[in-house]
């Protein structure tokens, strides 16, 4: 009975953090652009260095400031969001 419990509380730890990391996955990354290499970028974040790979990297030149978020790279900051609109 124990080791049951044991191992349901393991899969359980295991499950929240692989969920935790995928909302972690989803945040953009912003940062000047120091290697390409086709479709793959490695970004200068005020951190670290960060390789991403994006679907379309046509108009985008090393030193480019960028905004990587879902795969879609942008000239400049990050996309606002946008507020909810009441009554709907």
């Known amino acids: 009975m124990k080791t049951k419990r044991i191992i349901a509380l393991l899969v359980a730890v295991i499950f929240t953090l692989g969920v935790v990391s995928l ?3 989803a945040e953009p990354v912003m ?7 086709g479709n793959k970028l490695t970004i200068k974040t005020k951190d670290k260095d960060v390789t991403v790979e994006v679907k379309s990297a046509k108009d985008l030149k090393v030193g480019d400031e960028v905004t990587v978020k879902d795969g879609m790279a942008t000239n400049g900051e990050a996309p606002k969001k946008k507020k909810a609109v009441e009554g709907c």
């Open 23 to 25: 909302a972690f996955a």
């Open 31 to 37: 940062g000047k652009i120091t290697k390409m290499d």
